[in-house]
């Protein structure tokens, strides 16, 4: 077998950063916001620090894209002759997409919320009393993306350990084994 260390790294390198990013967001920058003593100030103070990490987050997400598809073309054997590594390819894949939309409505959303100035928020993702109508929704958009992502992206993971389990030389000859029989 040949190494893929280098694909390898980036996309699991891309992929941590990708989840540990937006769960660190949604726990501690989110949650650093609301203790903000000046309401109008909450918002401004979030999307600054999204804003900070919105370069590394898009960098770790095309990390992991370039990666993944090198996986993919690395393994393109085993996908066809393995049972059971397309299956959790096409998962892999429809969580990868479903993944990337959440992160670029993220990213309207967040530039939504920036535009909208110093207004009064009880936090980063939580509406207040005063808060406008159309940030007010945008915030309530945003406070459920801000665990999909998380989700998704700690799926990806799970998926990934799979795939690595499904590498092992038994798990290699029992998928092809499987494989021919199943025609």
Excluded: C
Excluded at 30 to 41: F, I, Q, T, Y
Excluded at 64 to 84: D, E, F, P
Aim: aromatic share 4%.
């Amino acid at each position: 077998m040949k190494r893929n260390t280098v694909v390898r790294a980036m996309h699991d390198v891309g992929l941590a950063a990708w989840f540990g990013g937006s769960l660190m967001g949604a726990v501690g920058l989110n949650g650093a916001a609301s203790v903000v003593s000046d309401r109008n100030e909450r918002l401004r103070v979030a999307n600054a620090g999204w804003a900070r990490w919105a370069p590394i987050s898009a960098a770790g997400i095309g990390t992991y894209l370039i990666g993944s598809v090198g996986l993919l073309v690395a393994n393109r054997k085993r996908l066809a002759h393995q049972k059971g590594v397309v299956a959790s390819t096409v998962a892999k894949g429809a969580l990868t997409a479903a993944a990337v939309a959440a992160a670029a409505y993220t990213g309207v959303l967040g530039a939504k919320l920036a535009d909208a100035g110093d207004v009064s928020v009880e936090g980063a993702v939580k509406p207040g009393k005063e808060t406008p109508d159309d940030v007010a929704d945008a915030q309530r958009q945003l406070r459920v993306l801000q665990w999909v992502l998380p989700a998704v992206t700690g799926s990806l993971i799970v998926l990934t350990s799979l795939h690595g389990e499904q590498q092992r030389p038994g798990e290699v000859i029992r998928g092809a084994v499987q494989k021919v029989f199943s025609r």
